[in-house]
């Protein structure tokens, strides 16, 4: 039997952070499965519902970059905590809402605590992950993320049944402040610091493990280095924002199934997703370790996801079977969530030294789609009751967004020093040297 002492310190920080990634992504998307008893006992109408959704983006996509450059300075342990406080807090506020107006302000408060984690935690992998598995502890963190939107319909269902929809948001806010009690008392900014790391898990560490260092940041200049990165982000996240959001009421309303019905092929969707986070690591990674061209290694993988999931998503726009649109949405959204593992790499190879904020400037994009996209859905859906037609969209930024990957550079890193930057402009660079040393171990 596989005891618990075999497992080194930075599995054990990796597996905390997968949990933030699981209990974020119940407390985000709960109100979906929850949403057609929201709305009986609201009032709400999709229009109004399309707002409560997006009312999480709009504080999240702000402090993407502002809760991110607050990771660089404050350090990842202070600031998700302060993060974890805020985001559980709100989840545990909706199960007290009385109308649209407070179910806004609630969601508001949840955007706001979340908008900082992902980017915090990409920099404390920056700190805790070789160079060469940072594909994978992205794919990992991510498929967890994925199993959290797989597990929330079928548990959000049965408290609901079982209990009430106001019940559900409390019960699972509290496991989110569980969650923020294990990260302040396990996880360490530096691992140097962490009393259980050893000097073989240090040696494979990066060398950079800047903490909290009070630099000046050329905002302009990392700016227009992650811009490419923020458009493809967008695309995909328009993407997702539909499957988060619409995919329980897509199968409750065009396939007239029961609650439980649609939670459980809501479930059988995401859980395709955290397959493809998963291969989307193994795969990027295992480039790179075959070939040293982190270019290759995350781009051809970002390509590969945007252009299956349009081939997958096209059955649904002509297809009425309930099986065939549910394989075609699985398969979809499993080749969606390649993109996550390289695209979230992308700013670890980019910019090291700065990873909180530049997955920051990065996962903007994917909150900006979260305003617009949610709202979009609402109306069409409320104008033409027709739950297939947010599906058209997508397959127009999916194809956006493979072309626009081609213009990452992960291979070019970001240097505090411009003229050495330009310098390496017009150079043909494999990977930064941090890489090119994992890689030659």
């Known amino acids: ?73 404050l350090g990842p342990h ?28 609630a969601r508001v408060l949840l955007g706001m605590g979340e908008g900082s984690a992902f980017p915090t935690a990409t920099r404390a992998l920056s700190n805790w992950m070789p160079a060469e598995k940072r594909g994978f502890a992205q794919g990992i963190t991510h498929a967890f993320a994925r199993f959290g939107n797989a597990l929330t319909p079928p548990l959000i269902a049965f408290l609901v049944i079982a209990l009430s929809w106001r019940h559900a948001f409390v019960i699972v806010g509290l496991i989110s402040f569980l969650w923020v009690a294990l990260w302040w008392w396990y996880f360490r900014d530096d691992p140097r610091s962490h009393k259980g790391i050893t000097p073989e898990e240090l040696e494979a560490l990066p060398d950079q493990r800047i903490v909290g260092e009070r630099k000046t940041l050329p905002w302009g200049r990392l ?46 969707v995401f859980l395709a997703g955290v397959v493809g986070d998963l291969a989307g690591g193994w795969l990027s990674d295992g480039i790179l370790r075959r070939t040293g061209n982190v270019a290759l290694a995350r781009i051809s993988v970002i390509i590969l996801g945007f252009l299956g999931a349009f081939a997958c998503m096209l059955p649904v726009m002509f297809s009425t079977d309930l099986v065939t649109v549910a394989i075609s949405l699985s398969a979809a959204f499993f080749f969606a969530e390649l993109i996550v593992a390289p695209i979230w790499a992308t700013p ?60 990452i550079r992960p291979d070019r890193p970001f240097l505090d020093d411009p003229a050495n930057e330009d310098a390496n402009e017009d150079k043909d660079l494999d990977c930064d040297p941090q890489i090119a040393g994992a890689v030659s171990k």
């Not at 930075?10 to 109100?31: G, P, Q, S």
């Not at 008893?37 to 402090?63: D, R, T, V, W």
């Not at 202070?78 to 179910?103: D, P, Q, R």
């Not at 997955?359 to 859905?377: C, E």
Request: glycine letters at 10%; proline letters at 3%; charged letters at 10%.
């Open 348 to 407: 670890m190879d980019i910019a090291p030294q700065y990873s909180g904020t530049a997955s920051g400037f990065m996962n903007f994009g994917f909150g900006l789609a979260g305003m617009i996209s949610p709202i979009v859905f609402g109306l069409i859906i409320d104008l033409t009751g027709r739950w297939d037609l947010p599906f058209a969209a997508s397959l127009v930024l999916l194809l956006l967004g493979a072309g626009m990957a081609l213009f």
């Open 223 to 268: 700016l227009k280095r992650m811009l490419p990165v923020t458009i493809t982000d967008f695309c995909y996240g328009w993407t997702l924002w539909l499957f988060l959001n619409w995919i329980p009421s897509y199968f409750l309303h065009q396939h007239e199934l029961d609650l439980k019905k649609s939670a459980i092929f809501a479930a059988g």
């Open 78 to 105: 202070k600031t998700l905590i302060i993060c974890g406080t805020v985001w559980s807090a709100a989840t545990v506020m909706i199960g007290f809402v009385e109308g649209a107006v407070s179910l806004i302000i």
């Open 1 to 73: 039997m596989l005891r618990l002492t075999r497992f080194r310190t930075t599995d054990r920080v990796l597996f905390v952070i997968c949990l933030m990634y699981l209990v974020t992504y119940i407390d985000r998307v709960n109100i979906s499965t929850a949403a057609p008893a929201m709305q009986a006992e609201l009032g709400l109408s999709n229009f109004e519902l399309g707002l409560a959704f997006s009312a999480f983006a709009y504080p999240y996509a702000l402090f993407q970059i502002l809760g991110g450059r607050l990771g660089d300075r």
